[in-house]
């Protein structure tokens, strides 16, 4: 099996992408405006971070938007190679953000609470290129569209990861204790993570480091 990608989030700075980076990252992902959560920094940060990264680095821009346009001029404002959306569409489609935006992955965050998670995460998977499982919900008065610092059942998990068909990063809750677990139950192509390496908000490279070194430790 190959190893288990490394997804560092809520990214706050160029410095903080290069930390990441410099421990193995091989992406980072930058939070624009969220109705709750963690890390959301402005568009014209995440244009410099960016800007600023490796072209093999992956620079994930989380969107709370639902309208295939608005997330096509985001994308466009800030210009990172990939595109999670963290809510669902409700206008326009993924061809239409395909069409207009050739080269950047769409991955589609699912939140995973029941059986209603997996038929989601397999209407969408023909269509973008990863799916991403997290712990919050859409349904909430005030939207959890992640940084919850919630598991959810990894079980369901391993079923969306076996039949969806496309590269599955797990997300919710993971730190440097439950991380091994995780990746040996779910088998996901990444892991995703955000408030377990940081202290006082920011990236802790003490944290970041066993973060690392409990995943590489995983052997199949």
Known sequence: MAATRI????????EEAWTAIDHGASAVGLVSEMPSGPGVIPEPLIAEIAAALPPAVGSFLLTSRQDAAAII?????????SVQICDRLQSGTFQDLRDALPGISIVQVVHVRDERSLGEALRVAPHVDGILLDSGSAALPTKELGGTGRTHDWALSREIRDRAGVPVFLAGGLNSENVADAIRQVRPF????????RTDGRLDPVKLA????????VLF
Request: aromatic content about 6%; some cysteine; hydrophobic content about 40%.
């Open 190 to 197: 990444g892991v995703d993570v955000c408030s377990s390496v």
């Open 210 to 217: 066993a973060f690392f070194e409990a995943v590489e430790g």
């Open 73 to 81: 001029a985001q994308q466009r404002r800030c210009r990172v190679n």
């Open 7 to 14: 997804k560092i989030c809520c990214i706050a700075s160029v």
